[in-house]
């Protein structure tokens, strides 16, 4: 069947979508296998040099504390993953300034050390610094393009444009990492219509995974009173995305789980088989509060074995 962009807004308008949801799953069985691969993500700054109008990083919020991790905790942190059995790394921050690509390329440098992949969420950068991160080990990188939308992307981000996003999205495929996109579900004035361009347009760049999260509102933002997005209007993204797109990697996002636990575990049956799991310094993660969720001090032996444990309950394999 061709997905066209009618075709997508029709499906995603069903009343009932539990035959596309079973669909989902039959084809990430048959694509991607029972594997759920577990991602430790490590946010080591939340500066940021930019102003998304829904994210609690952007630099106008005044009312988070900032912090910094030295090259030595992120070496050491990544470590103590490694050691307990994470196969990536996903190193993430707001745009920070700070960590030049030298800095950052010889602390990948460092963790490759560990025999485990890198997944940069760093944000935009020109291509020679792409390159140059490629060439000291990182193996992927996630840039969601946050909406296919250029007068609602245009309206959240007064720091960028959706070209240039795409670009860097291009850029990324080009230097030959596993490329990551994405973007938001429940944004204010997003209709059917612009969810169906968001799952097109990460086909059209070729992504190899895509975090599709629900907006979820942050009181300390200028959308303070746009409500969160639609957990049922997500796994429908999600599923869709794993018919149109049957080998992409597809986590179960956090902010879905931050909404509904429960909507965390179901969307594994709707085509999701990735989850991350943070491993971010318990002194630090509260304050990486990209929107507000309740969150436990870390310990990553222990969570990863409960993680583990929990993907096994659902009769997947964990990795
Ligand atoms: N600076 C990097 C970048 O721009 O890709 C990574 C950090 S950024 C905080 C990570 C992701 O958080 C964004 O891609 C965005 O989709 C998500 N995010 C930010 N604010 C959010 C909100 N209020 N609700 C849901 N997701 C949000």
Redesign the pocket.
Known sequence: MEYTLNKIVDLLNLEDFSEIYSKADEIRKENVGDIVHIRAILEFSNY?G?K?K????NCTNKSIKRYRMSSEEIISTAFEAAMNGYKTLVL????DAYYTPEILGEIIKSIKKFNIDITL????MDYDSYAHLKECGADRY???H?TADEDLYQYLHPCGTLKERVQCLKNIKKLGYETGG?F?VGLPNQTAEILAKDILLLKEIGCEMA?I??????PN?ELKDSPNGSTDMTKRAVALTRIIMPKIHLPATT?LGVLDAKEKEDVFSCGANVIMQKVTPSKYKALYE??PSKLSETNIKLQRIKLEDEIKSLNRIPL
């Open positions: 940021c930019r998304c829904y994210c609690g990083l993430q921050s707001g745009e969420s760093t944000g935009e996630l840039l969601k946050e994405g938001m975090g999260g629900t907006y979820i509102t942050n933002t902010s990209i929107y």
